[in-house]
């Protein structure tokens, strides 16, 4: 069975700070990992994926994460918060066809 | 190419009424996927079907509730007597199959029951 938790259900920062939100993942096999943002009213847009290969995985709108087995964690990052990217963040797990999402982490950025 | 495209994009219903909710996945995709998103909370799996198939339905409420997928046409979920709970947003996904990860979002559906 695999499932994902995501720390924090909301997060703050100000514009240009660093963005983290957090996930980590339980799964039996090799995982497949994803992040996806929610628009208000609209359905999910993925940000990025790790399926193989390079741990570190960069993503759209200057969005990256990185695989850490050791930690079981898919973290997402951005260097600089913009204004746009106030949304909510989505992180799911999965193998195969059988995809399972976090809770969310909504994501507000103070000018 | 056409995205995941939902309809309608907004629903009303009163108590008791059926709600149906279609989804067309993308060109080539063959395997279709129902979520429910209730207010503050995050995606809920409910449903998984191929062609002419449900593969998993594990998530989905044992009555009232069905879906189809079938040989031609859009995926269809299908709510019976809908109560006040059942207001959400529902979302279909799509993926092409064989062993694809990424799963494709259409806009989602807003049911409200009044």
């Known amino acids: 069975a695999q499932s994902v938790t995501q720390l924090g259900s909301h997060v703050s920062v100000s514009e240009g700070a660093l963005v983290l939100l957090r996930c980590n993942y339980s799964?039996?096999?090799?995982?497949?990992l994803f992040w996806y943002v929610q628009y208000p009213n609209q359905g999910l847009q993925l940000l990025l994926k790790?399926?193989?290969?390079?741990?570190l995985v960069k993503g759209i709108n200057g969005f990256e994460a990185e695989f850490k087995k050791s930690e079981t964690s898919f973290h997402l990052t951005k260097p600089s918060a913009h204004m746009s990217d106030a949304a909510e963040y989505f992180c799911?797990?999965?193998?195969?066809?059988?995809?399972?999402f976090g809770a969310g982490t909504r994501l507000t950025v103070k000018p | 190419n056409a995205g995941v495209m939902q309809n309608p994009r907004h629903l009303v219903r009163r108590r008791g009424q059926e709600a149906r909710l279609r989804c067309s996945p993308m060109?080539?995709?063959?395997?279709v996927y129902w979520y429910r998103q209730l207010p503050e909370e995050g995606l809920k799996f409910m449903v998984y079907?191929?062609?002419?198939?449900?593969?998993?339905e594990s998530g989905m409420p044992k009555e009232r509730f069905s879906a189809e997928f079938p040989k031609e046409g859009p995926s269809i979920l299908r709510i019976q007597q809908v109560v006040r709970g059942d207001s959400a947003a529902y979302f279909c996904?799509?993926?092409?199959?064989?062993?694809?990860?990424?799963?494709?979002f259409g806009p989602g559906t807003r049911l409200t029951v009044l």
């Open positions: 799911a797990v999965s193998r195969g066809n059988d995809m399972r």
């Open positions: 799964s039996s096999v090799p995982p497949y």
């Open positions: 060109k080539g995709h063959s395997h």
């Open positions: 790790y399926t193989t290969g390079a741990t």
């Open positions: 079907l191929q062609k002419e198939n449900i593969i998993d």
């Open positions: 996904a799509s993926s092409p199959g064989k062993g694809a990860d990424e799963q494709f």
